[in-house]
């Protein structure tokens, strides 16, 4: 009997895998697309699969919106970083995730819930071939290995954090009857720990391709698991181990790049700042396959820089947050008042108030500089009552990138070859810094703060290539930390303003155990101007994670007509 791999993607319950097809008489003739599992169980085969295994990361391949790390709906729009933006009846399945009204049938729901388990099967097939190939050496096998068990760790914390009631799936599991196995009743994050473990022990140093994991890269994502559980003394040992020793894939020592602005330009994608990240292209040939799908929605609209579609705009509070005192220090009361823009101030913007200069390189405001294409316009905001007045910033292309690092697409929208950050140094340094605040001492995590803090002075937007555009005031913490609570809070909010539109804020207000609070005191606050968001609601106890999709409950019942996956609570 020979046996052959179809390329056919196979959605049963749970993940995405490849279905064999065996076929016992001598007439019978591969299908048309069919590879015989010989021919990838060998080097090229499971090279081939790895590649696909990176792929990925992009998000699915059924849809490409909102299901790659990019996280701008999950971590950004239901966190106090973002609104939906545009308009209301565009993508409105949006619409309930943002006001905390999200049900099981939800499809961008789904969506996601697909992106992470198809990698995760995509993983597993490149495990199964790498263990038949037998033209590999021991030691190329093992960084195989190493390269794949990492990704299939990422998705599985992808899914963890997000959905956190989820089932580990390994490579043993082929069959409908091997995935209507699978539960989900226990805490997966020691297999995720393993998994990033055994990459971080079996990873080189670096590597000929700089887009691919490295030795620290597995390290600092381990490090990240354990930052989610509390487990700080374990994180800090080896964050300590990764600021002293950790370099890039290609090499260079981490550190943070000398300009703010200089970490979202496509020049400096892979230099010393990036841990790890999302290799994007354009202009490769492929019609913009390699582009990042998540971002084509999230341009400025009309006349701006691409033309669509005017999502993921930032949220008033946001932008209060970057307002400093005198002594350049972040404010307590900066939701006081808000920073005048041309809706609320129609006659006195752009606001040139006292700010942190990372407010410019993270939102775009009318009549400041936006990148290279001069000044921000109002009519590049397509709804300004749904969206409000400010656009995103930090992933949209400069002009003296368009060709290079970014096309348009085949109905107006933009293709971004920019790379996708998923962790910086800076992010690093201040989960380092959480670290010491608990467990170590505070005058370390003042440091780590304060090399941030010190990096963000040099990136103010000017006017006319020589005036600064506002009254740019940021310094590091003079006086010595001396109270726990008060040094913990300054941490959270150097993540809040440095990693500000990067997706990864609300994962941290609900790790931090504080999601209901500020969420509510947003509702509260924004609701009174944007109508969209009044009367919405975070629950606690149910919001901090999506619902399991119902089709996936629905697929895992067993012949008895019980399902196998149990709904997160207050579905």
Not at 77 to 90: F, W
Not at 544 to 558: G, M, N
Request: charged letters at 20%; glycine letters at 10%.
């Amino acid at each position: 009997m020979k046996k052959r791999i179809r390329i056919i993607l196979v959605t049963v319950g749970l993940a995405s895998f490849v279905a064999y097809s065996c076929k016992e008489s001598f007439l019978d003739q591969p299908p048309l697309g069919a590879i015989s599992e010989t021919s990838l169980a060998n080097s090229a085969g499971v090279n081939g699969a790895l590649i696909t295994t990176y792929r990925t990361l992009t998000g699915s391949n059924v849809a490409n919106w909102y299901t790659s790390p990019m996280n701008w709906v999950w971590g950004g729009v239901r966190s106090d970083d973002a609104y939906k933006g545009t308009e209301s009846s565009d993508q409105g399945q949006i619409n309930p995730i943002e006001r905390f009204e999200v049900l099981p049938n939800n499809g961008s729901v789904s969506d996601k819930w697909l992106a992470c388990y198809d990698g995760i099967g995509m993983a597993n097939t490149t495990l199964r071939l790498l263990a038949q190939a037998k033209d590999l050496t021991d030691a190329q096998k093992k960084q195989i290995e190493a390269e794949t068990r990492f990704i299939r760790a990422y998705h599985h914390f992808e899914a963890k954090r997000v959905f956190n009631n989820v089932p580990f799936v390994d490579e043993k599991a082929i069959s409908t009857a091997d995935f209507k196995a699978f539960t989900n009743d226990k805490n997966i994050y020691p297999i995720i720990e393993a998994e990033f473990k055994f990459a971080f022990d079996n990873l080189p140093t670096t590597q000929a391709q700089i887009g691919r994991v490295n030795k620290w890269a597995a390290g600092a994502f381990l490090a990240k698991v354990f930052v989610y559980q509390s487990k700080f003394a374990e994180a800090k040992a080896l964050y300590d181990q990764i600021i002293a020793s950790g370099v890039t894939a290609g090499g260079q020592k981490y550190g943070l790049l000398p300009n703010y602005g200089d970490v979202f330009k496509g020049d400096f994608e892979n230099a010393q700042e990036t841990i790890f990240s999302i290799q994007y292209t354009v202009g490769d040939g492929t019609g913009g396959a390699n582009s990042n799908k998540d971002g084509e929605l999230t341009n400025p609209h009309n006349d701006g820089p691409v033309g669509c579609c005017g999502f993921y705009q930032p949220a008033q509070t946001l932008v209060n947050a970057f307002k400093t005192g005198a002594d350049g220090l972040p404010l307590s009361n900066y939701n006081a008042s808000d920073v005048k823009n041309h809706e609320n101030s129609p006659t006195d913007f752009p606001d040139r108030g006292r700010f942190d200069p990372r407010l410019d390189h993270t939102v775009g405001r009318v009549g400041i500089p936006f990148l290279d294409w001069g000044g921000a316009s109002s009519s590049w905001i397509r709804n300004l009552a749904n969206g409000g007045p400010y656009m995103p910033k930090k992933h949209i292309q400069y002009k003296s990138e368009v060709g290079k690092y970014f096309v348009s697409g085949s109905w107006g929208q933009g293709q971004s070859g920019k790379n996708q950050l998923t962790m910086r140094f800076s992010d690093l340094l201040l989960m380092a810094a959480e670290c010491e605040v608990e467990v170590g001492t505070l005058a370390k995590a003042q440091e780590y703060v304060n090399l941030v803090r010190n990096r963000a002075k040099n990136g103010m937007v000017v006017m006319d290539g020589t005036r600064p555009a506002a009254n740019y005031t940021v310094n590091p913490y003079s006086a010595a930390w001396t109270d726990k609570a008060i040094a913990r809070n300054a941490v959270r909010f150097e993540r809040f303003i440095e990693l500000g539109m990067e997706g990864h804020r609300f994962f941290d207000l609900v790790r931090w155990g504080i999601a209901d609070q500020v969420k509510n005191e947003f509702f509260g606050r924004e609701g009174r101007v944007r109508t969209h968001l009044t009367g919405a609601r975070f629950t606690k106890g149910k919001d901090e994670y999506l619902p399991i999709p119902e089709q996936v409950i629905a697929q895992s019942t067993t012949t008895g007509g019980k399902p196998a996956l149990t709904q997160n609570p207050g579905y």
